[in-house]
């Protein structure tokens, strides 16, 4: 059986110290709470500090949860509440697409899937919430880069691999496709990223009206294209989908 790390088990007990308590608390009040010596106590407050997750007041000495965990508290807030809000659209889009549907946000250097609702048939299928993608080659990528400034920077500074013949690795010819995901509003990936399939993704947006995500239909080429062409209907719905969650979200004019 793994062992604890026990720095980490005593970081985690001094959050949680510093969250529960509503005033600031000296360095003598959190080592007598935890039981451990000051010097300990001193070492890991340092530390969090320098990561940003607690902060120390100049006048008094004493510490308070930092900026930085209100931060990543309230990113979580944000992706828990778009993956709820998304629930019944999504399932609505499985439903009326007959495909797979994923629901992602950029996420560090390429797009997490932190929604996935499989295609309604009998074949197996393979939970894929947690995963990555990349953010240039996929539909879902191209939307966020389109939309997210963080995102674009992301791709412009990054590698750019050919997972494909088709990908689009050129960085003019890529600012093209991103110009033309705005204006029809959706992103496209036919055999961009893998063989054999194609998926179409539009953004969603919140109250703020800032990109906090995308959503869209994967599937066989052969299924989700017509003629070499995305059908009509699944752009159509997806980008209703879209619409409907950045609605939800507080997002006007959707």
């Not at 608390?25 to 010097?39: P, R, T, V």
């Not at 705005?182 to 990109?211: F, K, L, N």
Request: charged fraction near 25%; aromatic fraction near 4%; include cysteine.
């Amino acid at each position: 059986m793994a062992r604890n790390i026990q720095s980490l088990e005593r970081a985690a007990a001094m959050l949680r110290l510093l969250a529960g308590g509503e005033r600031r608390l000296g360095l003598s009040d959190i080592a007598s709470s935890l039981g451990l010596a000051k010097g300990t106590a001193h070492g890991i407050l340092r530390t969090l500090q320098q990561e940003g997750f607690v902060e120390q007041d100049a006048a008094s000495g004493r510490y308070q949860l930092g900026a930085e965990l209100l931060r990543l508290g309230t990113t979580y807030l944000d992706v828990h509440e778009l993956r709820a809000r998304a629930l019944v659209w999504t399932d609505d889009l499985a439903r009326s697409s007959g495909e797979s549907v994923y629901l992602g946000v950029l996420h560090q250097h390429g797009v997490l899937i932190v929604h996935h609702v499989f295609r309604p048939d009998d074949s197996r299928q393979v939970l894929e919430v947690g995963a990555m993608q990349p953010l240039h080659s996929t539909a879902l990528g191209k939307v966020l880069t389109a939309y997210d400034p963080v995102a674009h920077s992301e791709v412009v500074e990054g590698e750019r691999k050919a997972f494909t013949a088709r990908t689009t690795v050129e960085l003019d010819a890529f600012e093209g496709v991103l110009d033309i995901t705005r204006a029809r509003g959706y992103g496209a990936d036919v055999e961009e990223t893998w063989e054999g399939v194609a998926s179409v993704a539009a953004p969603i947006h919140d109250r703020r009206r800032m990109p906090v995500g995308a959503v869209g239909v994967t599937g066989a080429v052969e299924r989700i294209c017509v003629n070499g062409e995305l059908r009509p209907e699944l752009i159509a719905a997806v980008r209703d989908c879209a619409r409907a969650v950045s609605r939800d979200l507080g997002a006007a004019r959707f």
